[in-house]
């Protein structure tokens, strides 16, 4: 792309917010009752990280990796992609972030979370649990309604918060793992900004403060 | 009153007597001014219909159908220019769903081919104009310049076999004047498509003026900003002087501002309502600015 410095973010929207928020609601009626499994699954995902065990971070990778596929078909592939030419290169990323959780975290195990212990695990499950319970409200409080809800494990937007929070708690964190995830931030959070949205700055706030933590942690003197 | 006429006798006859004058009391949907293609004096109308963004809603049902009555009033009002890219999404086919519910017949089809892989092009022609479900388009130009070598060979080739009415080039927000500049004068084009309004003028200087000069037809996309030039001028009440053209509306002094230039023969502003395609069309009605209002127009706005 020439003059690329011509460009603005508002020259890469290629449809209405009104269309945007419309294929969720669509999409909600064509899932249902996929959410309240959806929504089960991060429940299962904070009782399994409380519990603690051996499998926890292997049982939390697979659910995690469940939903960025679930979340690359059937939103990005079979929805997203009829109104944005690109949801399909978008998908292949999701793919590719299930395939990298299920190999650190199921195969090599490298996804144990800590639970309330640090600060950090504190800041891991807040940011997990609003992606599970706060986000589907932000719809409705917004005036939008309860049909055009995003939800953690169908939606994306949720789903990668969810994974952010994940991943601020893990013992030992794995940083490609927070590759793909921040770089959604990015893309989510431009097209919500660019359309005006008022919960356009809720994904760039929880990437940097991800991008902090991981940088603290990196800097942080040993024990 | 007879009395063999009944209750229902009556209403029928009120509703026929009042039937018949409709025609007379109407007013006379005013004539939609036009401008010819230089190229073969065919008359297109001054107004057009964009479809960027407000046309690629997805399989939406809902707004498919309100699309389609967009469209609906658009031919109803005498427009014909409809103009759409692969780069629109869902655009193309939401035409295509439009045009299969009412007359295609009446479309000026411009679309565009936009790809970066030359050999790509031919295949992408052919999905835009399946999407359409037209026999062939009547204009295809090359998006913002991508690929434009290759892609005019293709479309001009196109345009020899009968394939294609038009062959033209495009451009938005003022990108790559220099080369497009260069391309309109090596190239013979029928139609080039820019961006122009009351507050982006820079075509005027060169490319306007090339565009006379090399016999090409024009159309103008953004002549809104995208909305941002109508919502600022909104806050602002219509001048007096906008009836001396005609106008009751901001949007229609941006129009008719736009196709007054000579050079100028379509815009083409997007929308999702059928009262704002009316409205934007029923300024290719009427007077249009001279010379002195012109500057007038453009003085005002700058003081806004």
Known sequence: ?223 | MPQDLTRRDMLALTAGVAGALVPLAAPAQPRILTRPIPSSREAVPLVGLGTWITFNVGNDKVARDSSAEVMRAFFAGGGTLIDSSPMYGSSQKVIGYGLSKLDAAKVFSADKVWISAAASGPAQIEASRAAWGVPRFDLLQVHNLLSWEPHLKTLFAMKAMGSLRYVGITTSEGRRHAEFERVMRAQPLDFIQITYNIIDREVEARILPLAQERGMAVIVNRPFQEGDLTRKLARHPLPAWAAEIDCTSWAQVILKFIISHPAVTCAIPATTRVDHVRENLAAATGRLPEAALRARIIAHVAKL
């Open chain 1, 1 to 223: 792309m020439s003059e690329w410095w011509t460009y603005s973010l508002s020259d890469f929207l290629l449809f209405s917010p009104r269309t945007y928020y419309r294929l969720f609601e669509l999409y909600n009626l064509a899932i249902w009752p996929a959410q309240l499994a959806a929504l089960a699954a991060g429940i299962v995902i904070v009782a399994v990280w409380r519990h603690g065990g051996r499998a926890h971070g292997r049982m939390i990778s697979g659910l995690l990796a469940g939903a960025w596929q679930w979340v690359a078909w059937a939103y990005l592939l079979e929805h997203y992609d009829t109104i944005n030419w690109a949801a399909s290169y978008f998908a292949i990323a999701f793919v590719l972030q299930a395939l990298l959780l299920a190999w650190f975290g199921i195969v090599r195990d490298q996804l144990p979370l800590a639970w309330w212990r640090e600060a950090r695990s504190r800041v891991g499950l807040g940011v997990f649990v609003f992606a599970l319970l706060i986000y589907p409200l932000l719809a409705p409080l917004l005036g939008r309604g309860w049909l055009q809800a995003e939800i953690f494990g169908v939606a994306p937007d949720p789903t990668v918060v969810a994974t952010l929070g994940i991943l601020l708690a893990a013992e030992r964190p794995t940083r490609i793992l927070a590759v793909i995830p921040l770089l959604w931030c990015a893309v989510s959070g431009a097209t919500l900004w660019t359309m005006g949205s008022r919960e356009g700055f809720v994904l760039p706030a929880i990437a940097i403060l991800t991008l902090a933590w991981m940088g603290l942690r990196r800097t942080a003197p040993a024990p």
